[in-house]
């Protein structure tokens, strides 16, 4: 009950502040994975004295520019997916809902991204550049030795995890308070828009990676 009191306080909020709110926690977020742990590894320090280094720098700073505008064209999308699925299925969840669904659902991958920072801060404190990059916790690919497996599996096998899930529950919860409806139809709407496509963009991904 608390859980659902909680998430319906975010969907009574204003989006703006909502969104302003996950914009601004995710550039903390990245500020602290950026200069804590990336800055300390050897590879940021070899390129720091080279001239890939300010290129580097470049393309760091348009990923603190980028945040706004990302969240922006995702849950813009999948806004429309989750639209066109309930009016696929005949209930009445205005666009606008949809945006404060996938507005709100979007909060729970802060918490992987907080669980990296800590695991490199005081688990792990010593990583290349290159397991910061590919560690995701609770992904497939995290169970994995990511070595053994071709690069064009690691974007999907990082995607595969719990919070992904996650989220996919966080959905069907909204359609399902706006739509009041069964929660089967909720889970049906979902499992048959945003689910669907999410799984065939993975697909589309391994066969077109090169």
């Given at each position: 009950m608390q859980t659902a009191a909680f998430l319906d306080s975010f969907y009574q909020a204003k989006k703006?502040?909502?969104?302003?709110?996950?914009?601004?926690?995710?550039?903390?977020?990245?500020?602290?994975?950026?200069?804590?742990?990336?800055?300390?590894?050897?590879?940021?320090?070899?390129?720091?004295?080279?001239?890939?280094?300010?290129?580097?720098?470049?393309?760091?700073?348009?990923?603190?520019?980028?945040?706004?505008?990302?969240?922006?064209?995702?849950?813009?999308?999948?806004?429309?997916?989750?639209?066109?699925?309930?009016?696929?299925?005949?209930?009445?969840?205005?666009?606008?809902?949809?945006?404060?669904?996938?507005?709100?659902?979007?909060?729970?991958?802060?918490?992987?991204?907080?669980?990296?920072?800590?695991?490199?801060?005081?688990?792990?404190?010593?990583?290349?550049?290159?397991?910061?990059?590919?560690?995701?916790p609770f992904s497939i690919l995290s169970l994995t030795d990511y070595d053994s497996i071709s690069s064009r599996y690691h974007y999907p096998l990082k995607a595969l995890n719990i919070f992904e899930i996650g989220y996919w529950l966080l959905l069907i919860r909204g359609v399902h308070a706006f739509a009041k409806k069964e929660i089967k139809i909720a889970v049906l709407i979902v499992a048959c828009s945003y689910v669907l496509l999410f799984l065939l963009w993975l697909a589309f991904y391994i066969a077109v990676y090169n």
């Open positions: 703006r502040l909502t969104f302003i709110l996950l914009c601004l926690i995710a550039f903390l977020l990245l500020f602290a994975k950026k200069n804590f742990i990336e800055a300390e590894t050897a590879a940021f320090e070899f390129l720091q004295d080279r001239p890939e280094g300010s290129f580097f720098q470049i393309i760091n700073a348009l990923q603190y520019l980028s945040i706004p505008i990302i969240y922006l064209w995702k849950v813009t999308v999948i806004s429309f997916v989750v639209w066109v699925g309930c009016f696929t299925f005949g209930y009445r969840v205005t666009y606008s809902n949809c945006w404060t669904i996938v507005l709100t659902a979007e909060f729970i991958f802060i918490i992987p991204e907080l669980i990296k920072i800590i695991w490199f801060l005081f688990i792990e404190t010593d990583p290349t550049f290159r397991e910061v990059q590919v560690f995701y």
